[in-house]
Structures are given as C-alpha cells and as structure tokens.
C-alpha cells in the first residue's frame, strides 16, 4: 500500500474519530456522526478501505459513549464495514443515485437485525428509528458535503 493511501485512511478515520464525538440525541450513546467521513472516503479510497474507515469510526465512536452494547459493537463494525463497502462498490460503478438510499436502509434498518434475535424485539423496534434518523442524517451530511471537495479523477491507490 502507497504511504499517500495509507495517511488519507488515517485522516479519515481520525474525522471519523471526530464525527464520532458529535452525539445523535436518541437513546443509545454511540450514535453519531462517525460514518460521514467513511461516506466522503468511498470518493477517495477503494472500497476495503473506506469500510475501514467505518468500522474503525464506529469502534471509536462506541469507546467515546462508553460501549452502552459492550461486545455487540465488534458486530456493529462489521455491519458497518459491510454497508460502507457496499457504497463504495455502488460508487465505483456509478450507482450515485441508488447508493444513497442503499446506506440509510442497510445502515438504519438491515443492520439492526441481528438485535431483533440476539438482545430483544423491544430493543430492534426502539432503536431503529433512530438509526434511521442517524443513518439519514450522516448520508445527508455527507451528500452536502462531496460536490465541495475537490475529487481526485482516479482513486489514490
């Protein structure tokens, strides 16, 4: 791996740190902006790497809210590994337009899944709405965002 690849990975996962300390208000403590940046590195980095991005930015962004799902959180980065190299792949072949809807669904309501059998109903249909919301808010975020960052024509690696 280029050292060019490597640094732009660590810059975005330390925004991703960041946009991890800017709480989403609805119930569970890691939820926040931490998967923005990733969405902004899908336009920069492969795809592997911007999923990285994301699941390093969730594990960083649940260690700042105090892990409030302990062990379950390696599952939510994998989760969010997933749904992030999905974007990335979608990006690459030039979905732009379904890629959007893609993340919010796989992020807000896919994701939440697992919970449903693993910790309660109750819990999976509580906390989805605001992983929705989330979910809405960070592609939101990050949608405003791209058109004003200058784009490289070629991915970095």
């Known amino acids: 791996m280029k050292t ?3 640094a732009l990975t660590a810059i975005f996962i330390s925004l991703s740190a960041i946009g991890g300390l800017l709480k989403i208000p609805v119930g569970i403590a ?5 998967s923005m940046p990733a969405l902004i590195a899908a336009s920069f980095l492969p795809a ?5 991005v994301a699941a390093s930015g969730h594990l ?3 260690m700042l809210g105090g892990f409030p799902l302990g062990p379950f959180h390696f599952l939510i980065a994998f989760e969010m590994f997933a749904v992030v190299w999905l974007f990335a792949k979608m990006s690459e072949y030039g979905w732009n337009k379904l890629r959007w809807p893609a993340f919010v669904i ?3 309501i896919i994701a939440a899944i697992p919970f449903y059998f693993l ?3 109750a819990f999976f249909y509580t906390s989805v709405p605001g992983l929705f919301l ?5 592609a939101g975020v990050a949608a405003v965002v791209m058109p ?3 784009r490289v024509p070629e991915k970095v690696v």
């Not at 890691?30 to 931490?34: P, R, T």
């Not at 592997?48 to 990285?52: D, G, H, Q, R």
């Open 148 to 150: 004003f960052i200058f």
């Open 4 to 6: 060019k690849t490597l």
């Open 119 to 121: 910790l309660s109903p």
């Open 48 to 52: 592997p790497l911007a999923a990285v």
């Open 60 to 62: 960083l962004s649940a």
């Open 134 to 138: 989330a979910a809405a808010i960070n």
């Open 30 to 34: 890691s939820i926040a902006l931490d």
């Open 106 to 108: 796989g992020n807000g």
